[in-house]
C-alpha cells in the first residue's frame, strides 16, 4: 500500500523523507516483517501527520528538489514569501528562477547549478532578492544541502529560504549611512585642499559615486543669460544621459530636480522617480539611466543659487533623513567654497587689472597719446613712436596738430570737437602725417577723461594704422567681382556689365553679342595631368584671350573652364564670327605649361542682342547652348545660337524622362559584332553592343542614351542587365551547335568608380553558369587612367576571378605607361579612328604601329576595331595583329542572326 507526503505524493520506503525521522523507516519495516500492518500504517501516518504541523506552522519556506531538477516537496510558507502557492513551484520547477531578481539572477544560477552538479558543501547559504507576484522585492536567505541515502546516492536537495529583508534593509541603511559620512569626510578634504572649482567640481562626483557608491553625481552650472543648466562635471552616468537630462531649460516643458532645486533655491528630494508628478518631462530620462531615486541641492554664490549638485541613486528611497542632512552639509560646504572662489577672483582680477593698466601704455599695439585739457601732449607710447616716427621728447609739450596732414578741413576737426564735446568720445577714420612726411590712414579714438565734478581734465587719443585694412578692403572689393584664379571679372561683374551693355545696347538701337567659350576635354587634362597643371593652363589662356580682346569688351571667368566674351557695339555677326575665328586660332600652337606641351582646343557658342535674347540669363544659356551644339559638331569650332537648339534641349530631357522606365518595359536589346583571326577568319568573340528600342524614337544609339544614363544615375542598373544579359547569351550559344569562345561587355565608369563590381559580375556568373575564362570586360583608357590605384585594385580583383580584360579606344586619352604596365590586362583595342584612315594618314599608320608594339612589348594581344577593308586588314596581319573587329567581318546583329550566319560557316 503506497504512501503519500503531505502535499499528496507517493512516498517510497526506500526512498526516506526528510520529514521523517531517522530511524522511521525501520520501525516500519519491522512492524511489516511481523505482519503487524495496521501498526506499521499508523506509525507513519502519525510521522507524516507531525511533519504536515511542523511545515505548515514554520514561518519558512522549505523545499525539496529531486534530482531532475523537481520539487518533491514545497511547504505552504511559499505563498507568504512570494504570493505564489506550493501547487505553482510544484507545476512549475523554473518558477524560482523566474522570481529571483534580474541583479541577482547569475548569482543564483551559479548557485542552483553548482546544486545540479553536486558540487555543493555540506551546507549552502546565499542571500539573494526575489520580485513577489505583487511586484515587491523581498531579500532571501537561502540556505541549502544536499540529501544522500546511507549507500550514498544523491536523493535531490533540501532547501529552507527566509524572509531577510529587515535585516538586509537595516544593513543597507547601516552602511549607507557609514558611507556617506566617508563622502562628507572626503569631499571636506577636497575642498580645503582645492584651488579652483573645475578640480573640485570633480572630486566632489567621483567621492560620491566610488566612496559614497551612488549611481551618478552631478555638478550643474546656471547660464543665466540662457536661462539653462549645463553639466561642470559628472561620474557615474554616460555623457549621452548627462546631456538630456542636465541641459534642460527652467522651464515646465522639461523639469527636473537639478532646475528644480535651482529655480526654488532648496533641496528636492525625489525617492520614487516614477511617482513624482513635478518631474514627469524627466521620468523617461531617468528610468532610461536606471536611477530609482535622486536628491538635488542648490549651489550658492553670494546667497544666490548659481547651480546645483545632484546625486542619484539607482534604488527607490535611498535618500533617507540622515542621508539628506549629510548631503546638505555637503551641499553647503561646496557653496562656502564658491564663495571662497569668488573672493580669490574678484582679489585676482584687481591685481591683475593694476598689472595691466601699468602694461597696456606700453604694450598695446595701438598709438596712444594722453594730453590736459588744452590738448597739450603729456605722455605717449611705445607704439605712438613706431607709427608716427615722433619720440616722446619731440612731442611733449606739443599739441596733435603737428601730425596733421592737411588732408582735412578744419569743417572736418569742427565736427570732430562738437561729437567729443557732446558725448564724450569721437571715433572716425583721419589722414596724419609721418615724422618722415609720409601721409597714411589711421583710426582714431578720442575719449574726455573727466573728475568726480564731472569736468574734463584730459583727453585719451587712441590710434591705429589702418593701411593694411584699406588694402585688403580693396583686394577684397577686387575678389568680390573678379576670379581668384585669373583675376578676371566674374559672374557677377559679367552681369552688370552685361546689364548695362544691354540698356545701352537698346536706348542706342545698337547690337552686341555673347561669346560662351569651353575648352574642349579639359577634364582630362585635370585628371591626367592633376589640378595644378589644370589651374595654371587656365591662367595662361586666359592671359592669352586678355590681350586679344577689345579694351571696352568684357571678359570673364565663369567658373572651371568656362569663359564668357562680351562684344559690344557689335554691327553683325560676321565681327562675333570674327572675335571667335581669332580666340580659336589662339589654340593652334600647344601651350607651354612649365616643361610640358599642352595641345587644347576650344568650343565657342554665341549669342546676338536683341535677336536671341533681351536680358542677361537668356543671351548667356543660349550663347551655352549654342557652345554645346559645337561640341557636338565635333569642337573646336564656333556655332550660333538657332531656336532649334532649344527644342533639342527639351527633346533631350524628354529622352531622360523617357530613360528612367526603359528598362522595366523591357526597351533595351544586345546587338552583337564578331571578332576575328585575321588569318583563318575563326569566330574568336563577339562583343556586346546595347541598342535602345523606343516606341516614339526608334532605335536610339548608345552614343545618344549612355552619356543621359550616365548624368541621371541609371548606368550602374542598366550596365548590370548588360552583363547578366550577354552571360546568359553567351550559355544560350554553348547549349546549341554556335561555339562563341569568348563575349565581351563594355563597363562604364560609374560602375568602376561606384558599384560592387566584384560582387556583381560573380554573382552574374554564378546565376547563368558561364565561366570566367569566357568573359571579357572592357574599360576605356581615360577612364583607367582618372582610377589610377582604385582601378588596378578592382581590375586585380577581376583577374583572380579568371576574367580576361581589355583596354577599349586606346590611344584616344592620355595614357600614363608607369600606370598601363601594372594593370591586369589582356588586350588593347585600337580605337576605330586610327584604323579609318591608315592609307590616307601617316599618322594613323604610325600610331597604329606604335600601339601594336607596345602590346607585344608588354605581352598583351592587340584587337583593331573598325576594320572596314581587306587593304587595312593585310596591314595589321603585317605588323603582327592577330584580331580584327569591324563592317569586314560583320555588322552587330542581334543573337538569332549572328547565331544563323555563324552557325552555317562554322
Given amino acids: 500500500m503506497p504512501h503519500y507526503s503531505p502535499c499528496g505524493h507517493a512516498l517510497d520506503p526506500d526512498s526516506p523523507s526528510p520529514f521523517a525521522s531517522r530511524d522511521i523507516w525501520p520501525r516500519i519495516l519491522d512492524l511489516l516483517q511481523r505482519g503487524e500492518t495496521e501498526s506499521a500504517k499508523r506509525v507513519l501516518e502519525d510521522c507524516i501527520e507531525l511533519n504536515r504541523i511542523l511545515a505548515n506552522t514554520a514561518p519558512d519556506w522549505e523545499y525539496w528538489l529531486a534530482p531532475d531538477n523537481r520539487y518533491i516537496y514545497v511547504s505552504p510558507s511559499c505563498a507568504t514569501l512570494t504570493g505564489y502557492t506550493a501547487d505553482e513551484f510544484l507545476a512549475d520547477a523554473d518558477l524560482m528562477r523566474q522570481i529571483v531578481h534580474p541583479d541577482d539572477l547569475e548569482t543564483y544560477s551559479n548557485h542552483h547549478h553548482a546544486a545540479l552538479e553536486h558540487a555543493l558543501l555540506d551546507q ?16 532571501i536567505t537561502h540556505v541549502c544541502c544536499a540529501i544522500h541515502r546511507a549507500d550514498g546516492t544523491y536523493l535531490g536537495q533540501r532547501g529552507v529560504n527566509r524572509d531577510s529583508t529587515q535585516r538586509k534593509s537595516a544593513e543597507l541603511a ?7 559620512y566617508a563622502t562628507l569626510s572626503d569631499s571636506n578634504q577636497c575642498i580645503v585642499r582645492s584651488s579652483d572649482e573645475a578640480n573640485l567640481f570633480a572630486d566632489i562626483c567621483r567621492i560620491a559615486v566610488q566612496v559614497g557608491g551612488l549611481k551618478g553625481c552631478v555638478v550643474s552650472m546656471l547660464d543665466p543669460a540662457l536661462g539653462v543648466v549645463h553639466p561642470a562635471a559628472y561620474q557615474g552616468l554616460d555623457t549621452a544621459c548627462i546631456a538630456n537630462m542636465e541641459a534642460s531649460l527652467l522651464g515646465p516643458e522639461k523639469i527636473s530636480p537639478t532646475s528644480l532645486s535651482i529655480r526654488d533655491g532648496v533641496r528636492y528630494i525625489c525617492n520614487d522617480i516614477g511617482a513624482d508628478p513635478e518631474t514627469c518631462g524627466w521620468k523617461a530620462t531617468a528610468e532610461l539611466a536606471g536611477i530609482g531615486s535622486c536628491a538635488s541641492y542648490p549651489l550658492l554664490r553670494g546667497n544666490r543659487p548659481v547651480g546645483a549638485v545632484s546625486f542619484y541613486a539607482g534604488e527607490p528611497d535611498y535618500f533617507s533623513p540622515d542621508i539628506a542632512q549629510l548631503l546638505d552639509e555637503m551641499a553647503m560646504d561646496l557653496s562656502f567654497a564658491l564663495d571662497n572662489f569668488e573672493r580669490e577672483r574678484q582679489r585676482l582680477e584687481s591685481l591683475e587689472k593694476l598689472r ?30 613706431r607709427l608716427t616716427g615722433f619720440e616722446e621728447a619731440e612731442v611733449l609739450g606739443h599739441t596733435p596738430a603737428l601730425l596733421h596732414s592737411g588732408q582735412q578741413d578744419p569743417a572736418f576737426y569742427q565736427v570732430m570737437w562738437q561729437g567729443l564735446t557732446k558725448t564724450g568720445m569721437w571715433q572716425g577714420e583721419i589722414w596724419n602725417r609721418r615724422k618722415n612726411g609720409e601721409i597714411y590712414p589711421e583710426w582714431l579714438t578720442i575719449s574726455s577723461i573727466k573728475n568726480d565734478a564731472g569736468l574734463t581734465t584730459h583727453y585719451v587719443g587712441v590710434f591705429s594704422d589702418i593701411s593694411n585694412v584699406k588694402r585688403a578692403q580693396e583686394a577684397q572689393e577686387f575678389l568680390a567681382y573678379h576670379d581668384p584664379l585669373t583675376g578676371l571679372p566674374n559672374r557677377s561683374l559679367l552681369r552688370a556689365r552685361l546689364e548695362h551693355s544691354i540698356q545701352q545696347a537698346d536706348r542706342d538701337k545698337r547690337s552686341s553679342a555673347v561669346l560662351f567659350l569651353d575648352l574642349d576635354r579639359f577634364k582630362d587634362i585635370n585628371d591626367s595631368l592633376g589640378h595644378t597643371v589644370g589651374d595654371e593652363l587656365l591662367r595662361l589662356v586666359a592671359g592669352k584671350m586678355s590681350k586679344l580682346v577689345r579694351i571696352g569688351d568684357t ?19 560676321e565681327q562675333a564670327a570674327t572675335v571667335a575665328s581669332k580666340l580659336l586660332a589662339l589654340f593652334d600652337e600647344p601651350i607651354m605649361v612649365g616643361s610640358s606641351e599642352i595641345f587644347v582646343t576650344a568650343s565657342i557658342g554665341i549669342s546676338l542682342f536683341p535677336d536671341d535674347g533681351a536680358d542677361v540669363d537668356t543671351l548667356i544659356r543660349n550663347a551655352d547652348l549654342a557652345m554645346y551644339q559645337a561640341k557636338a559638331k565635333g569642337r573646336n569650332t564656333y556655332q550660333f545660337y538657332e531656336a532649334e537648339m532649344t527644342r533639342h534641349i527639351l527633346e533631350r530631357t524628354g529622352l531622360e524622362n523617357a530613360l528612367r522606365g526603359a528598362l522595366g518595359r523591357k526597351e533595351f536589346m544586345l546587338f552583337y559584332q564578331p571578332q576575328v583571326d585575321i588569318e583563318t577568319g575563326a569566330l574568336l568573340g563577339v562583343e556586346a553592343l546595347i541598342r535602345w528600342r523606343h516606341p516614339e524614337f526608334g ?32 550559355m544560350d550559344w554553348k547549349n546549341t551547335d554556335l561555339d562563341v569562345p569568348c563575349i565581351s561587355v563594355n563597363l562604364s565608369v560609374r560602375q568602376l568608380e561606384r558599384e560592387p563590381l566584384l560582387e556583381l559580375v560573380a554573382r552574374i556568373l554564378n546565376d547563368t553558369g558561364l565561366t570566367s575564362d569566357n568573359l571579357e570586360l572592357e574599360v576605356t583608357e581615360s577612364m583607367i587612367m582618372r582610377q589610377t590605384d582604385n582601378a588596378i ?66 605581352g598583351l594581344d592587340v584587337v583593331a576595331e573598325g576594320v572596314e577593308d581587306r587593304d587595312q586588314a593585310a596591314f595589321l596581319q603585317r605588323e603582327g595583329c592577330r584580331v580584327a573587329q569591324g563592317y ?18 562554322s
Wanted: glycine share 6%; proline share 3%.
Fill in 888 to 905: 569586314l567581318y560583320g555588322h552587330p546583329v542581334n543573337a538569332d542572326e549572328l547565331h544563323r550566319i555563324w552557325s552555317r560557316k
Fill in 699 to 730: 532605335l536610339v544609339s548608345p552614343a545618344r542614351f549612355i552619356p543621359a544614363a550616365e548624368e541621371i544615375g541609371l548606368i550602374g542598373e542598366i550596365g548590370a542587365w548588360v552583363l547578366h544579359e550577354a552571360c546568359r547569351q553567351a
Fill in 356 to 385: 595691466q593698466t601699468a602694461r597696456v601704455f606700453e604694450s598695446t599695439a595701438e598709438g596712444v597719446m594722453i594730453t590736459d585739457n588744452q590738448t597739450r601732449i603729456l605722455a605717449v607710447n611705445r607704439a605712438f613712436t
Fill in 555 to 573: 571678359l570673364a571667368r565663369l567658373g572651371g573652364d568656362e569663359f564668357v566674351i562680351l562684344v559690344e557695339d557689335s554691327a553683325a555677326p
Fill in 793 to 858: 585594385s578592382v581590375l586585380n580583383g577581376l583577374r583572380d576571378m579568371g576574367i580576361r580584360l581589355a583596354v577599349d579606344d586606346f590611344g584616344t586619352g592620355y595614357s600614363s605607361l608607369s600606370y598601363l604596365k601594372r594593370l591586369p590586362l589582356n588586350r588593347l583595342k585600337i580605337d576605330q579612328s586610327f584604323v579609318r584612315d591608315l592609307a590616307m594618314d601617316d599618322n594613323d599608320l604610325a600610331i597604329v604601329r606604335a600601339i601594336i608594339a607596345l602590346g607585344k612589348s608588354l
Fill in 124 to 139: 549552502e547559504m546565499l542571500d539573494f532578492r526575489i520580485v513577489t507576484k505583487s511586484g515587491e522585492v523581498r531579500w
Fill in 174 to 180: 547601516l552602511q549607507r549611512i557609514t558611507r556617506m
